[in-house]
């Protein structure tokens, strides 16, 4: 696959990765390499990482439990001194190998330890590759609040693996597999119209769906880096599901959703909200509402569940001068951002997910 440029940094995919890191990972420009994981990316991901990367750098491995609830300011304590005492200086580099939360938290520790120390992404999970690694958002949560604390600075590079796919469970694919769909449906009605159609989430199926995600938003990021304009575009679905993922995440009596699940979920509440506007059209919805819901299972809101959902909302980093920000569909592959709700039609909208 060819690689894609982006603004200050290139995304390399499979062997062309690979060889990129022997040509940069060279004594005379990196004094240590930390290589951040989790659990899961080092039992299954990091024998072969390792097995392919060609360095005479010292390396230091840093192991995080992995999952979205350790995504936090206390881990990056933990970190910061792990990088500390294990001798980082301004010419180490990180290497995030893993899923969303392990590239946000380790772009977010390496754009501050030391005012500043190169990091590149190497994205384990379909969520990472196609979203998470990409555009230079690093951060962490405040509570169960998503990426309240951050900053935007891009990695020296990204790299994708495909076939760390194969480690995945059916469903980690599909939480990843929401963003590819929000990118056809918020830009591209042709390539909405391939994701629709595809039968199965096998690595051979996905390459070349992979490669045209990651350039619809890295398209778009380009001409929108500080999230002032076209950016906003890619919050859709993501103002209600973002709300969704925070609730479940701190209700001890719900399953925490994975953000994919929690997205899709956003999809369809807010493309609700935009027929309901007169931006999208019955036809179009029902479109949308049919294909996710094919893909996701139901789930469960009461009256309670929604409207604490709603209260959620007021803390929503999109937000401006106390008002709820949302993008929603003007149509299948357009986007108007900086659209506005009345709970009641927030309400109707959770009453049609539940039929």
């Known amino acids: 696959m060819q690689t894609i440029i982006a603004n200050n940094y290139h995304v390399f995919f499979n062997e062309k990765g690979?060889?990129?890191?022997?040509?940069?990972l060279v004594p005379k420009d990196y004094s240590k390499i930390f290589i951040l994981v989790d659990e899961n990316t080092s039992n299954h991901c990091l024998p072969k990482f390792l097995s392919m990367l060609s360095t005479?750098?010292?390396?230091?491995?840093?192991?995080?439990?992995?999952?979205?609830?350790?995504?936090?300011?206390?881990?990056?304590?933990?970190?910061w001194h792990s990088l500390t005492e294990l001798g980082g200086d301004r010419k180490s580099i990180i290497l995030n190998l893993g899923g969303g939360v392990i590239t946000d938290i380790g772009g977010f520790i390496a754009c501050t330890f030391k005012r500043g120390i190169d990091f590149i992404n190497i994205p384990t999970t379909l969520l990472s590759m196609v979203d998470a690694s990409i555009g230079g958002k690093n951060g962490v949560d405040l509570g169960n609040l998503k990426n309240q604390?951050?900053?935007?600075?891009?990695?020296?590079?990204?790299?994708?693996?495909?076939?760390?796919?194969?480690?995945?469970?059916?469903?980690?694919?599909?939480?990843?597999?929401?963003?590819?769909l929000k990118h056809g449906l918020i830009f591209n009605r042709e390539y909405w119209n391939k994701?629709?159609?595809?039968?199965?989430?096998?690595?051979?199926?996905?390459?070349?769906?992979?490669?045209?995600?990651?350039?619809?938003?890295?398209?778009i990021v380009s001409e929108d880096i500080t999230e002032n304009g076209i950016r906003k575009s890619l919050n859709f679905g993501h103002t209600l599901g973002h709300a969704i993922e925070s609730y479940f995440l701190e209700n001890t009596e719900k399953q925490n959703l994975l953000h994919g699940e929690a997205i899709a979920i956003g999809m369809i509440l807010e493309g609700f909200i935009s027929?309901?506007?007169?931006?999208?059209?019955?036809?179009?919805?029902?479109?949308?509402?049919?294909?996710?819901?094919?893909?996701?299972?139901?789930?469960?809101?009461?009256?309670?569940?929604?409207?604490?959902?709603?209260?959620?909302?007021i803390?929503?980093?999109?937000?401006?001068?106390?008002?709820?920000?949302?993008?929603?569909?003007?149509?299948?592959?357009?986007?108007k951002i900086n659209e506005q709700s009345s709970n009641e039609l927030i309400f109707k909208a959770f009453e049609n997910y539940k039929s």
């Open 149 to 180: 604390i951050g900053i935007i600075r891009e990695p020296k590079a990204v790299i994708i693996d495909t076939l760390f796919l194969e480690t995945l469970p059916g469903n980690q694919m599909r939480s990843g597999f929401a963003e590819m």
């Open 275 to 313: 027929k309901e506007k007169g931006l999208l059209t019955d036809e179009e919805y029902q479109e949308l509402k049919y294909v996710i819901s094919d893909i996701y299972d139901p789930i469960e809101f009461n009256e309670v569940d929604i409207k604490n959902c709603i209260d959620l909302l």
């Open 56 to 79: 005479e750098v010292e390396i230091e491995i840093i192991e995080l439990e992995a999952g979205e609830e350790n995504k936090n300011i206390e881990t990056c304590l933990q970190i």
């Open 18 to 24: 690979y060889q990129y890191l022997s040509e940069i």
């Open 315 to 335: 803390y929503d980093k999109k937000n401006e001068f106390g008002t709820i920000q949302f993008a929603l569909l003007n149509g299948i592959g357009k986007i």
């Open 195 to 219: 994701l629709k159609n595809v039968s199965s989430l096998n690595t051979n199926d996905l390459n070349s769906l992979i490669h045209e995600s990651v350039e619809i938003k890295n398209k």
